[in-house]
C-alpha cells in the first residue's frame, strides 16, 4: 500500500467516527460556498442526501482501485448530468470535502489533503467527463 493510500485510509478511519459532523460540515461548506449551490437543494430531502452523499463518496474513492465505475457511479454521473452540474460544481465540491477533513480529522495536513485529493481525482474526473 502506498504512503498516500495509508494516509488516505487511516484518515477516513478517523473521520467516520464523526461522520455525522463530516457530513454537516460538508453542507454546511457547500451551501456558503456558491450563491448557486444552495438554490440546486430547494426541493431535496437533505436527511436522505446526506445518506447519499456518504455513499457517494465510497462509490467515486472505489473508483481508484478499480478504474472501472460500477454501475450506481454511471447512474449517479447520469443524474448529474440531467441536473445542469458543472464542471466547477465538482471542484467546489471537493475543496468542502478537504475543510470537511480539515475540521473532523485531528490529524490534518497537507500530506492528508494530498491523499484525499489524490484518492478522489479518478472519480471526479469521471464524473467530469461529457459534462
Known sequence: MSKLSEAFNDSWERVQKNKAYFIDSFYEFFMESSPEIPAMFIHTDMAQQKKMLHASLLYITSYKSSSLPTSI???LKDKHL?????VRHYDIWMNCIIKSVD????KFDKNIENAWRET???GLDFMKSNV
Do not use: A, S, W
Open 73 to 75: 457511479l454511471e447512474k
Open 82 to 86: 440531467g441536473l445542469n452540474i458543472q
Open 103 to 106: 475540521r473532523v480529522d485531528p
Open 120 to 122: 478522489f481525482l479518478p
